[in-house]
């Protein structure tokens, strides 16, 4: 079952289980005048009652089940009821039961309107007082709106997950294009030289010798011509600037339903530096998308004393166990080959913060092998 569901079902538990508290003061009173049969209906009335959200904590779906509870927990309202129609505020619970027997509004409130008809006609039947029927059935109406537009909520935040995950997975699905694209710009045209080039040089091999070499020669010029390009592109040189990076950022978390604060007052950058933190923002928004679960996120890139900081801020959930993983660590090293920092980690507040810190100088050191 879902994580979220599973904690929304459990608290739904504990609420629906403080309402019983209601029940104990008339308890008690069967318990002093010792109305047995009174007492075993109301018994087996309450069992049932938890035993229904005991299962729907884990449970998504109980047709079946709750139609067949539901039925036997009227039937035992009724029985009290028209014994003592005191006894009519029963019936909130069968009405609570109904309207949480589905998140689908229509068929909770088609199983919840004929039990507040049968709740209506036992009242008129027993004629019980006026002065009651507030609190019997307008408690139970009450209830029941009330477990229908939780449902509600509840459907709509699932679907809102599900949406944001698939824009996640979407964010990762269109950077891997980008990249399989990059590297078919580049290496298409040099790859396609280098194989006619090779043709051509074992044509010439043996009735024009220098001309082959020449050839051979090209071919080795073109080959580290495309491998440094290559590696240039694997470090995120070739990537986009930060400026459409943020705008991506905005259209992206605007997507999954993440209210989006863009602040960059740092000015133009270095080539280098800007790349690096266009990078370092690509990857911080999509950890956001996927794993904050937040509402709000904000970033602020600024410059002073000759250094340029970019800020990621959440309100989602922090981090959860979770060190630095390939994203984090490879941020790390590129930031470390431009002798900057990283600091990543849990905000005081809540929420999780991401903030890059990058000298304003073009010439980084040596790049780790794993960058190459």
Same mark, same amino acid.
Request: glycine share 10%; aromatic share 6%.
């Given at each position: ?54 299962? =729907? /904590?884990?449970?998504?779906? +109980?047709? !079946?089940? *709750?139609? %067949?509870? @539901?039925? $036997? ?5 009724? &029985? ?35 039990? =507040? /008809?049968?709740?209506?006609? +036992?009242? !008129?039947? *027993?004629? %019980?007082? @006026?002065? $009651? ?5 307008? &408690? ?233």
């Amino acid at each position: 079952m879902d994580e979220y569901a599973r904690r929304g079902r459990l608290w739904g538990l504990v609420f629906a289980g403080a309402y019983l508290a209601y029940l104990v003061p008339a308890g008690y009173q069967l318990l002093v005048t010792s109305h047995l049969v009174a007492i075993g209906a109301l018994a087996l009335f309450v069992a049932g009652y938890v035993w229904y959200w005991l299962r =729907l /904590a884990y449970e998504r779906e +109980l047709p !079946l089940a *709750t139609i %067949a509870l @539901l039925v $036997g927990m009227c039937a035992i309202a009724t &029985g009290i009821t028209l014994w003592n129609n005191d006894w009519l505020a029963l019936f909130t619970y069968c009405v609570v039961v109904a309207a949480a027997s589905s998140w689908n509004r229509r068929q909770a409130l088609a199983v919840t309107m004929p039990v =507040l /008809a049968l709740t209506l006609a +036992l009242a !008129l039947l *027993t004629h %019980a007082p @006026l002065s $009651g029927w507030p609190y019997a059935l307008g &408690g139970a109406a009450l209830a029941a709106l009330s477990l229908i537009g939780v449902g509600f909520l509840l459907e709509t935040n699932f679907q809102l997950r599900q949406a944001r995950e698939e824009v996640g997975r979407l964010a990762v699905a269109e950077e891997r294009l980008r990249f399989a694209r990059d590297l078919h710009d580049l290496l298409g045209h040099s790859l396609s030289v280098i194989v006619l080039k090779s043709e051509l040089a074992g044509r010439l091999g043996e009735a024009d010798p220098a001309r082959a070499a020449h050839e051979i020669r090209d071919v080795e010029r073109v080959a580290r011509e495309a491998l440094r390009e290559v590696r240039e592109a694997v470090a995120g040189y070739r990537q986009r600037g930060l400026s459409q990076e943020l705008e991506s950022a905005r259209v992206t978390l605007d997507a999954a339903g993440i209210e989006a604060r863009l602040d960059n007052v740092a000015g133009g950058l270095p080539t280098p530096v800007d790349s690096t933190l266009a990078w370092a923002l690509r990857e911080g928004v999509t950890n956001v998308i996927r794993h904050s679960r937040a509402a709000h996120a904000e970033v602020h890139v600024v410059r002073a004393d000759g250094q340029v900081e970019l800020e990621l801020l959440d309100d989602g959930v922090g981090c959860q166990d979770c060190g630095d993983g390939n994203g984090l660590r490879g941020l790390r090293e590129r930031v470390a080959a431009r002798e900057g920092t990283v600091a990543a980690g849990d905000r005081p507040g809540g929420g999780f913060r991401l903030a890059v810190r990058l000298p304003l100088r073009e010439t980084p050191q040596c790049v780790p092998a794993a960058t190459a």
